[in-house]
């Protein structure tokens, strides 16, 4: 546990979202008490801390959503609003003494290598050095602003989804949203119900998953605090991983039966939800299910048949100070604009400057596309190891597993530097380059590139995320290939 020097060995934790927090708890367990944790925000939780919009929930059920550790009889709803899940993280971070290592509102600018350790520098200009990096900064936190004619005219209120103002009265007022993926139709489907006026802006349809969203009862929740086995069986939900494992098989095999029965039950959900068949033709995407994220929504198809909601998918043309003209020359006057329009989804922990073995910059590194190996590595930036980093299995499965198989590979390796003394391991250039030739081919036969647009495309329009089934990330999460990684002695 001590380095050559007897020193503990530190550990500089950045961010403390739900994957920065399960490092913070595993390393505690494993008895390290030289940890800091920075979070930019005031809070812990990270997107559950940032993003706070009516109608926000996981689509993952809420006890599949927690950590294996950490099972919560006190779920209100199959799939719970994402305040509940922020109290859950509070809570685990409460519970396992998380919270006295995390340095709030301190935001991580620069990490250099300087041959021995990482020199951190934050916003306040304080430095810090470290021996381990564990880039835990997500991928969803960078709000995607869209460019449209006339937008900085508005008069009204204009919120983006990941900062909402919960000053601004919903009630009753003539609203704009724009965007349809997960964001968009959560939003949709909450504010529908007390605006005066809804109209959804969708650039693209999407194909919608129905769901059940039934709360718990008061009797249901107590058998959850009496029998602790209980909740382990809700955890390992077999129809959550069934869908999880089916649209793992329809993202590898874009042909196969289960990827072409999934178009059909979403076709077949659209036939049977919504009775016009002129807002049925607007809806039906032209684009394969499970191209772009699949949306999952229990009332989405209903509430956009309400008197009071309209759909507009004919694009927009431009904004004024009173509201948006379509491309059909349509006109809507609203009070406020809620912008779903999702992330940048390249920068990950940039602006953040990371300068690695021999001055090597990430920046260049990534200049023609973020890329890591098994979403954690990069040559020659030595101990710098990220969760959720570029090229892992976001999207259709839960981030709470993704995170805990991958802190079990990452633990490993720190294991292996302090075991063998070691100054740092990271991935070998050549290990690094023949798996991203082997990710980038199978990359391109996904269904993530049959042809739509979406964040999971990079600039060259290569699918960034995990090209091969969950299984296989989880196998390969069990134990590092020692041998693709490089050893700094
Ligand atoms: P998103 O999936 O990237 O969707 C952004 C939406 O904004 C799209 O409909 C896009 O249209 C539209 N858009 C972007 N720029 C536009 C422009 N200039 N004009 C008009 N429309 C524009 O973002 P998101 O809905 O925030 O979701 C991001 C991810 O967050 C999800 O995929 C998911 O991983 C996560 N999330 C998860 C949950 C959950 O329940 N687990 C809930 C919310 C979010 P186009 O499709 O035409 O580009």
């Known amino acids: ?265 979403l076709a077949q959900n659209l036939e049977a939800s919504v009775s016009n068949p002129l807002l049925k033709e607007k809806l039906l995407p032209d684009h394969r299910a499970g191209c772009k994220r699949i949306v999952s929504s229990p009332n989405y198809y209903q509430q956009i048949q309400r008197d009071n909601v309209d759909t507009v998918t004919c694009g927009i043309r431009e904004i004024d100070a009173r509201g948006v003209r379509d491309n059909d020359g349509g006109y809507h006057r609203f009070d406020i604009i809620a912008l779903a329009t999702g992330y940048n989804t390249l920068q990950f922990m940039r602006p953040m400057r990371v300068i690695g073995h021999n001055g090597v910059d990430l920046n260049e590194r990534w200049a023609k596309r973020p890329a890591a190996y098994l979403a954690t590595s990069v040559p020659d930036f030595p101990n710098f190891f990220m969760m959720s980093g570029p090229n892992g299995p976001i999207g259709n499965a839960s981030l709470i597993d993704v995170s805990e198989m991958q802190w079990e590979y990452i633990s490993q390796l720190i294991d292996v530097v302090l075991d063998k003394n070691l100054k740092g391991i990271c991935v070998s250039n050549s290990a690094f380059e023949d798996f991203e030739e082997r990710r980038i081919k199978a990359a391109k036969t996904t269904l993530f590139a049959t042809g739509c647009d979406s964040w999971y495309l990079d600039d060259e329009g290569v699918p960034a995320t995990w090209p091969w089934s969950m299984e296989h990330f989880e196998v390969m999460m069990k134990a590092p290939i020692l041998d693709d990684y490089d050893h700094f002695r």
């Open 1 to 265: 546990m001590s380095r050559s020097d007897g020193e503990a060995p530190r550990f500089a934790i950045i961010g403390a979202g739900i994957s920065g927090i399960l490092c913070a708890i595993k390393l505690l367990e494993a008895g390290h008490r030289n940890i800091i944790v920075y979070e930019k925000g005031d809070g812990v939780g990270g997107t559950w801390h940032r993003n706070t919009y009516p109608g926000l929930f996981c689509d993952v059920p809420s006890h599949t959503y927690c950590y294996s550790f950490e099972p919560n009889p006190e779920w209100s709803q199959v799939f719970s609003p994402g305040r509940e899940i922020l109290s859950y993280l509070e809570h685990t971070v409460a519970k396992y003494g998380v919270d006295q290592f995390i340095r709030y509102s301190e935001e991580v600018t620069a990490c250099e290598y300087t041959g021995n350790q990482w020199r951190l520098t934050t916003k306040l200009e304080s430095s810090d050095l470290a021996d381990f990096i564990i880039c835990a900064t997500g991928v969803l936190h960078h709000p995607h602003y869209p460019k449209i004619p006339g937008l900085e005219k508005f008069e009204g209120h204009i919120i983006h989804s990941a900062r909402w103002d919960h000053e601004v009265q919903l009630e009753n007022k003539r609203i704009a949203v724009v965007g349809n993926g997960s964001t968009g139709v959560q939003l949709v489907a909450e504010l529908a119900s007390n605006s005066k006026h809804l109209v959804h802006y969708q650039r693209t349809p999407q194909w919608i998953r129905p769901i059940e969203n039934p709360h718990f009862s008061e009797e249901q929740k107590r058998q959850f605090r009496l029998h602790p086995e209980l909740l382990q069986e809700m955890r390992r939900d077999p129809a959550f991983y069934q869908t999880v494992n089916d649209f793992s098989t329809a993202i590898t095999g874009p042909e196969s039966d289960v990827a072409w029965g999934l178009q059909e039950f």
